[in-house]
């Protein structure tokens, strides 16, 4: 009897480090957020293996993995460099919006709508940055 309940013991708890190990969200934090692409079968196929050993951790995990969006394979990536927004401060220090929209369609190609009016803008100071260890460089 005893050996009998180490052997369930061992195989639920394969089940259920498996089933963690599934699911996307753990394996792949970077595609948190996403809301729409190709669904990894990678992801897909680990989170189906949970549903095989244990239903509602399996569902639960798709489930997650859908509303995370880390089910999904990473788009493109679209950075522009530091230094490269360096172009966009004019000579007294402010931005120039203009300039900064160009830039970003041109580096990645995708026209921002940085002259909305709904568009929220926040101005901080060396102080602030200081306050949060930050150095400050623009």
Do not use: W
Not at 14 to 31: F, K, N
Not at 70 to 90: C, K
Not at 102 to 131: C, F, K, M, V
């Amino acid at each position: 009897m005893r050996i009998r309940f180490r052997i369930q013991a061992g195989l639920l708890a394969v089940a259920l480090v498996s089933q963690l190990s599934a699911c996307g969200t753990i394996i792949y934090p970077d595609r948190r957020g996403q809301i729409e692409g190709k669904i990894d079968p990678v992801v897909a196929g680990l989170d189906a293996i949970g549903i095989l050993f244990l239903v509602i951790p399996g569902l639960i995990a798709f489930g997650v993995d859908f509303a995370s969006g880390a089910i999904y394979l990473p788009h493109g990536r679209y950075t522009v460099a530091p230094e490269t927004l360096q172009q966009s401060i004019d000579a007294d220090g402010n931005l120039d919006l203009q300039r900064l929209k160009a830039l970003i369609e041109e580096r990645t190609g995708h026209s921002l709508p940085l002259d909305d009016p709904r568009l929220i803008r926040h101005n901080g100071s060396p102080q602030q940055l200081a306050a949060y260890g930050l150095p400050p460089a623009a």
